[in-house]
């Protein structure tokens, strides 16, 4: 398989999304969620990367992640997806592909893009119509961003930078009135 043609840099962002094999389900119960966030969890460490948010969807994924170090953020994600198609494909007696292909990256070099980024990802289950209220999605960092949840995956320092209050953020991802930058879309699924 050809190699990734963009480079991963300590100190810049990048949203990572991958979708299953014909559009399906790549979790069929929450135990395969809570499973790959523990291997999230260990490899982010690990590899020197920060969650800044998350949306795990049915058939699809989405991360926004910082580079903290001079590890591969491709190891981290290749190392924790391998791990997780193992363990699904063992529980649910498959050997099919559970994913589209390899994961796509896009590297986050605005401001404005980042912070519409984390809201586009917090909004993807209202967006796909499988909740009425987004604090009713358990599988992100949303609830972490209103402060209704103390979980592992909540960086202070960036969310005080960026959005100074829990309901700042509430507000801005509520707020149909905001318009996201111009060329957005580029930083979105395909």
Known sequence: MPGRYLKFVK?????????GANKQKIFFETDNYLYLLKLLNKNTTKYCLTVIAYCLMPNHYHLLLRVDGEKDLSRCISTTFNSYVQAINKRYDRASSLFLERFKA?????????????????LNPINAQLIANLEDWPFSNYLEFIGKRNGTFFERVFFQKHFGNCDAYYDFVHDVSIQPPENFGDYLFE
Do not use: Q, T, W
Request: hydrophobic share 35%; net charge positive; glycine share 4%.
């Open 106 to 122: 896009i590297h986050i070099d605005k401001e404005a893009y980042l912070l519409h980024l984390c809201r586009y990802i917090h």
């Open 11 to 19: 100190g810049n962002f990048y949203h990572v999304y991958n979708r």
